[in-house]
């Protein structure tokens, strides 16, 4: 299995672990140790204050929300034991009590590395919010898991 398809899966799986609201997958994703968050909103973290921000902060989100992801990844580019990836994550939130739903689209970039067991990791995260572009009055269109579903193309995932 080449390293780009591990990416992938590994990819699906944090994609999943977001669709069924599972913290300890989601953290499956994550290295244990040398690992930096660097989300939207939130303070700078690393190593084992990462996991434990991440672990909160998802906890939460799921205790609020039904939550769908859609992963759209522009590139994953791997340098030995060593990858990037970037693209955009598209969340809806549902509330789990009252509320309308809220769409958010973050562009994100990760930096993976692979253990000595062959598994890749994400150990860098960085995101921030997206936002559609307007160019002559005309606003883009970006939020393309809504659109693929209106036209029948179902869902898009890693």
Known sequence: MDDVYRINVAKT?????????????????FGEENIMDMSDGEPTRSDGAAREGLRENSTKLFAEFSVRLAVIVGEIAVFGNTAYDFGWHEFT?????????????????ELWKKNSSGDWKI????????????????VSHW?????RSETGGGSMGS
Not at 13 to 29: I, T
Not at 123 to 138: K, T
């Open 13 to 29: 799986e944090f994609r999943e672990a977001y669709n069924c609201g599972d913290v300890n997958q989601l953290l499956s994703v």
């Open 93 to 109: 939130l549902t509330p789990k009590n009252t509320g309308k739903t809220i769409r958010k689209r973050h562009r994100y970039l």
């Open 123 to 138: 150990c860098f995260f960085i995101n921030n919010l997206d936002v559609p572009e307007e160019r002559l009055g005309q």
């Open 143 to 147: 939020f393309l898991s809504e659109e």
